[in-house]
């Protein structure tokens, strides 16, 4: 999946921050200008990549990983017709007490 959407919210918490891609991209352990084209949407980020972004970031992890999840469920199975009927089936069996 290149995440578009999540890498320009990445790069808009960045930004907001005024964090330099370098200290972005040593933290999850990647080189500048991969980090540039992860922020882009030209490259992949990793779920891996989620708690040390929202560490340096200092953002909610939670909402990281709720987004980088969301996204990579819509470019992985947009164009599926029974999308909705699987993730309820997920969260039944998977999630029931």
Sequence with gaps: MKS?????YVKAIRE???LPQRKVAHAIDV???TLSKMELGERQISITMVKPLAEILEHDFKDLQIRYISEKIKAD???QPFLK????MV????FTK
């Design 4 to 8: 578009a959407e999540f890498g320009a």
């Design 16 to 18: 907001e921050k005024g």
């Design 31 to 33: 080189d500048t200008s």
């Design 77 to 79: 199975f947009k164009e």
């Design 85 to 88: 009927e699987a993730l309820e």
């Design 91 to 94: 969260i039944e069996t998977s």
